[in-house]
């Protein structure tokens, strides 16, 4: 016979044994008051994988006592929400409607559940690993409540694996005992998912030669049931860009090691470097610009190095742009220049050339000519004259006192 995986064997039965998610089903937190008063509404699960969805939406029902209706987005369609609503409207209980991977969803399919949200023929549950704001359509969103799931604790997992040790019908039956390091490597093997911390005790389990029904679990033993461990990497989902956004903060914090750290992280993750390449050429000018123009020159070296390369030697360079870049002086007063551009042209209906810089072959050699004042014919090629359009007063680009911007700021207060 065939045994049940342990992830499966110790799903809780009742919210008391539902571990993690204190800031949603902790003492006072929002969905224990919606029980209180019997009710339930409309929601979105956002959390990555294992950290329990899909039972607390159970567990929800169960609570309830209500029907509960499991679907997954990825093999269902309209007809199968039909035959939820119908059964709903059957049921002389509440009816939570669960489905899983809602995101996968296309819009027409997403509309189809607006009514019955909308009437309360059923409470919708939905689960999804991306962003709901950008993988939900905005007429289902605005009828539901966004509730995210934290990945699961270190006190989390321990309270988990000492559950299921306590409870499961076959773990209880034996005296298991494990180092103290065994939790923290769970922990940090895991990615506080809870299905692949169970998954990696019942591998313990099962290759362990006991004596007299006595387990001893060490942390060798368990990195020889994990395996080659890969860090969490959704390449094309909000985890994935949330490292993107970590690096590229680190990099203008001016932090080398936090640079190479996620840097390193997203590549031997499986990002792709062509993505982080392109991020560190934006970051040369947002946030280094002229405070050191070559920044850019190096990114853009380091871009096409890797082009040439390729992995594991087209590692170096992105490494080596990465840290040049962390430690470059930063100025943003190109990006800030820009914005600050971008609000005066928003706020002018009509923008005219002055007459003086029009193109001489169109608006007339001899004029233009002779009102425009030529900076090489003056000393050090600069003569004041104006260049903005009329009601345009400037005073964009304000260079900062970092690097190379500091000669720039000097230059620019001796012309102006």
């Not at 090691?257 to 040369?284: K, Q, T, Y």
């Not at 946030?287 to 040439?308: C, M, V």
């Not at 742009?321 to 914005?339: C, D, E, G, M, Q």
């Not at 007339?364 to 104006?386: E, F, L, T």
Request: proline residues 4%; contains cysteine.
């Amino acid at each position: 016979m065939i045994m049940q995986p342990l992830a499966y064997r110790v799903r809780p039965k009742k919210l008391s044994e539902y571990v993690g998610q204190s800031h949603l089903v902790g003492e006072g937190k929002i969905l224990l008051r919606m029980l209180a008063k019997n009710q339930l509404v409309s929601m979105i699960f956002v959390g990555n994988p294992g950290v329990g969805k899909t039972t607390l939406a159970k567990l929800l029902a169960g609570s309830l006592n209500w029907q509960f209706i499991e679907l997954s987005a990825v093999q269902s369609g309209v007809k199968d929400i039909k035959l939820a609503v119908n059964k709903a409207l059957e049921s002389e209980k509440g009816t939570v409607l669960f489905l899983d991977e809602i995101h996968r969803f296309n819009k027409a399919q997403q509309d189809a559940l607006l009514p019955h949200v909308e009437n309360g023929t059923l409470v919708l549950i939905g689960a999804t690993t991306e962003n709901p704001f950008f993988a939900i359509n905005n007429a289902l969103l605005s009828r539901m409540t966004v509730l995210r799931l934290n990945a699961l604790s270190l006190d989390d997992i321990k309270s988990l694996v000492q559950h299921a040790l306590i409870t499961d019908e076959i773990l209880k039956e034996h005296q298991i005992s494990m180092d103290s390091e065994v939790i923290e490597h769970l922990y940090h093997i895991s990615d506080g998912d809870s299905r692949r911390v169970l998954n990696l005790i019942e591998s313990m389990f099962i290759i362990s030669d006991p004596k007299e029904k006595k387990y001893h679990f060490t942390v060798d033993l368990l990195k020889s049931v994990a395996g080659e461990y890969a860090h969490k990497m959704d390449k094309g989902g909000d985890y994935f860009y949330d490292q993107l956004s970590a690096f590229h903060k680190s990099v203008r914090g001016s932090d080398p090691d936090a640079a190479v750290f996620w840097l390193a992280n997203m590549i031997e993750s499986g990002a792709d470097p062509f993505v982080i390449a392109r991020r560190m050429l934006c970051i040369a000018s947002e946030d280094i610009g002229n405070a050191d123009p070559k920044a850019l020159t190096i990114a853009l070296d380091a871009w096409q190095s890797y082009e040439r390369l390729g992995l594991p030697e087209g590692r170096l360079p992105l490494i080596q742009a990465a840290i040049y870049l962390a430690v470059a002086p930063k100025s943003n007063a190109s990006y800030l220049a820009y914005k600050s551009v971008f609000k005066d042209l928003k706020a002018q209906t009509q923008i005219e050339v002055p007459y003086h810089l029009r193109n001489i072959e169109v608006a007339g050699s001899a004029q233009v000519r002779a009102q425009y004042k030529y900076p090489h014919d003056y000393p050090n090629a600069y003569v004041k004259q104006q260049y903005l359009p009329d009601g345009v007063l400037g005073g964009y680009y304000k260079p900062n006192n970092q690097g190379l911007e500091i000669k720039i700021s000097e230059k620019l207060k001796r012309l102006r």
